[in-house]
């Protein structure tokens, strides 16, 4: 079984900056997090919840939304089993309930959240104007 635990979140002005955290415990099929892509989601209320940003596994590979592209960065520390969204240059519209979620088959980022197995509870971030 996979645990994934948020923190970082809070509430900043425009402009400002925040880095989220992500650690995974857990190991599923004899993989771990070494193997995992990872991403983070977000819903803001009243909306779906979006695709932000992925990882591979190996971290060869990154994908961002085109509405956090150049603003918000993704990355990740094998060796502490973290991975890490760091944000710049907030907005209003960034506010939502920011989840991070692992895909523990194939390393590879999908920008469905149906393909990841696992989520953490999430962290709210809210930036007011």
């Known amino acids: 079984q996979v645990q994934l635990v948020e923190s970082g979140g809070g509430l900043v002005q425009a402009g400002d900056s925040l880095r989220l955290s992500c650690v995974v415990s857990?190991?599923?099929?004899?993989?771990?997090?070494?193997?995992?892509?990872m991403a983070w989601f977000r819903q803001a209320p009243g909306k779906e919840r979006e695709f932000v940003g992925g990882?591979?596994?190996?971290?060869?590979?990154?994908y961002y939304a085109d509405s956090v592209k150049g603003r918000f960065t993704i990355s990740r520390d094998n060796a502490k089993s973290t991975v890490y969204l760091q944000m710049s240059t907030l907005k209003p519209e960034d506010t939502a309930i920011y989840y991070c979620a692992a895909e523990t088959f194939f390393g590879v980022v999908r920008l469905s959240e149906s393909h990841y197995t696992d989520w953490g509870q999430g962290t709210q971030v809210t930036v007011l104007s």
């Open positions: 990882i591979s596994y190996s971290s060869n590979t990154t």
């Open positions: 857990g190991e599923v099929s004899g993989r771990n997090f070494n193997s995992y892509a």
